[in-house]
């Protein structure tokens, strides 16, 4: 059963810098609204596990998205180190398979219990990733399915394999909430308000309109981190989640 979130939880910030300092002023400056903060391959490659570090002790909580896709004793390993940081969300690739899923799994369940984790990380699968179009897919990938099956069959995949979610865009999200019920999370990335410039995603969508289509997260960097003012960004984010889901309760 899911629990039940504020305006400020559903909103990840990407804290897509390799300038630790700025990254932690950030947490200081929007903690308070918003909760959840992700770390990328950026950050991290440069501050390493001092990054999460850095922005546990400022206050947020960490989604630690380095997309892990290897092997699966490898994934295993990358992921049991993971879970031994108290971050609140790590992601794999689903495009590592089925083994590799199970056995990520099992090493953050394995992790969390001998250590005693307090609260044991939830575990996402990526999906197709929110740069990548339906022309990509096919012509440089070499995937022939269209999107929406190969998100499909990625979120199956996940569901089976003991994922607590997926991550995938919200243009995907009637398909996938169609075929496997609400019960897996779903990580939105490629949100953009209307009154933002688009940037590098392909397949964007507001805010509104992923909380309608069924999203739990939206991770939004830019918007709110190269604002003028991100706070005030923040807040107006904030606002607007806030009135989806008034109309959603309604």
Known sequence: MKK????????????????????????????????????????????????????????GHVFLDLKYHDIPNTVAGAVRAATLMNVFMISIHAAGGREMMEA???????????????????????T???????????????????????????????????????VASARELPVRRSAFGRDLLVVTPGIRPAWSVQGDQT????????????????VIGRPITQAKDPREAAERLIREVKMTSVYEAA
């Open 4 to 59: 039940k979130q504020s305006a400020g939880e559903k909103i990840i910030v990407a804290l897509d810098t390799p300038d630790l300092k700025r990254a932690k002023r950030l947490v200081k400056l929007l903690r308070h609204l918003i909760p959840n903060f992700k770390i990328g391959s950026e950050l991290y490659t440069m501050h390493g596990p001092d990054a999460v570090k850095a922005v546990r002790w400022a206050g």
């Open 104 to 126: 990520a799994r099992r090493a953050m369940e394995e992790g969390a219990r001998k250590r005693r984790v307090r609260r044991r990380p939830k575990l996402v699968a990526v």
């Open 128 to 166: 197709v990733l929110t740069s990548m179009s339906e022309e990509i897919l096919h012509s440089e990938v070499g995937i022939g399915a269209s999107l929406n099956e190969t998100v499909t069959r990625f979120a199956r995949m996940a569901e089976l394999t003991g994922m607590d979610g997926v």
């Open 203 to 218: 397949r964007i969508v507001t805010p509104e309109k992923a909380l309608a289509l069924g999203a739990d997260y939206l």
